[in-house]
């Protein structure tokens, strides 16, 4: 039966040689049942993994790396070709891991798979692509995966968009900045949220002067965007921005003062304590923040006082973290412990004004 089937696919992933190899390919070529392609994808994806491994720490024979060679093929075929979205999906995750075995295919197997009709297997393709740029460097796709944005960015489905701000991302792709930026104001948030760690990513491959008219944006995106979620990002992303976005510590401090969000604000006190000098600047909106009404603010803000350290401290920095420590207690959630533990470190930090 198909059952037994793809039990039998789990069993041979277990086992690493040749004639799992050449058994698990022949199924996924020939066997009729959905479930047991997508079960002997599966097996392959784990199969891939550990031939790897042996490969890095033993060393394999013609035999293992014709076998793998044939299971690459058939993984390959079946992302092109095979009925089932899931099957092609595991196919594509499969094949980051079959790669080296794949005679070099890889790449242009999973630039096609974009065009794929299906949304999930977009996705997955997108996603090896992050791995396999993180993993080995490879940034070749750079410029299909933006052009592949730029028509992504007005489907009905925003995942696959998202994906592909997360792969320029990885790849450090810079020369593509304007196509991410065009995505700051798409209709959906996860979409913006990407957008936006995407440019501080590629911020680090840009010099400042071409990053402030940048930084007047982001800090826009931060004072107006609906979303907390990427009114969040935008603060960490004036903070990756470095001298730019560090300018504009004053619009971080009346976010810490004013936003909704208490994550958002938490962030911004964070991003104030990461920012040097100008974050320092900004010590009076810290201060007021350790009165905030989140615990997660008061916490983030006694930490950045206390990365300032004991030469930037002023006497108030002393009072108001006495004052935070002996209220402490009365924190409510049992979470007391974690806001007055900050405003003793804090307190510790900044020598002469602490005591």
Request: net charge negative; aromatic share 4%.
């Amino acid at each position: 039966s198909a059952d037994v089937r793809a039990e039998a696919s789990g069993t041979l992933q277990e086992i690493a040689d040749a004639d799992a190899f050449e058994a698990l390919s022949a199924s996924l070529e020939k066997d009729a049942a959905c479930t047991v392609r997508l079960a002997v994808a599966k097996a392959l994806k784990v199969q891939g993994k550990r031939y790897v491994q042996k490969k890095d720490k033993e060393g394999i024979d013609d035999e293992e790396f014709a076998s793998a060679a044939l299971a690459a093929n058939a993984v390959i075929a079946a992302l092109r070709q095979d009925s089932s979205w899931e099957v092609r999906r595991a196919c594509a995750q499969a094949l980051a891991a079959l790669r080296s075995a794949s005679n070099s295919q890889h790449t242009s197997v999973l630039v096609g798979a974009l065009e794929d009709k299906d949304a999930d297997v977009r996705v997955a393709a997108l996603e090896v692509f992050c791995e396999l740029a993180a993993e080995d460097g490879n940034t070749d796709p750079a410029e299909d995966i933006a052009s592949f944005l730029k028509q992504a960015v007005t489907a009905s489905d925003p995942r696959p968009a998202g994906s592909a701000l997360r792969c320029l991302g990885r790849m450090c792709a810079f020369k593509h900045h304007q196509a991410v930026e065009q995505c700051f104001t798409h209709s959906d948030v996860e979409v913006r949220r990407w957008a936006i760690w995407c440019a501080g990513c590629l911020s680090t491959c840009r010099p400042d002067d071409e990053l402030h008219a940048l930084a007047a944006t982001i800090a826009d995106v931060m004072s107006d965007d609906i979303s907390g979620v990427v009114r969040k990002a935008a603060v960490l992303c004036l903070c990756k921005l470095g001298a730019p976005g560090h300018a504009l510590a004053e619009r971080v401090a009346s976010t810490l003062r004013t936003d909704v969000d208490e994550f958002v604000r938490a962030e911004a006190a964070e991003a104030l304590g990461d920012m040097g000098e100008e974050g320092q600047g900004q010590h009076a909106a810290l201060e007021a923040a350790l009165s905030d009404v989140s615990r997660h603010v008061r916490i983030a803000a006694a930490n950045a006082l206390a990365g300032f350290g004991e030469a930037a401290a002023q006497p108030s920095w002393g009072v108001a973290l006495a004052r935070l420590c002996a209220a402490a207690g009365d924190d409510g959630g049992g979470d007391w412990l974690r806001v007055r533990e900050a405003a003793a470190k804090a307190l510790g930090s900044i020598g002469d004004a602490g005591k």
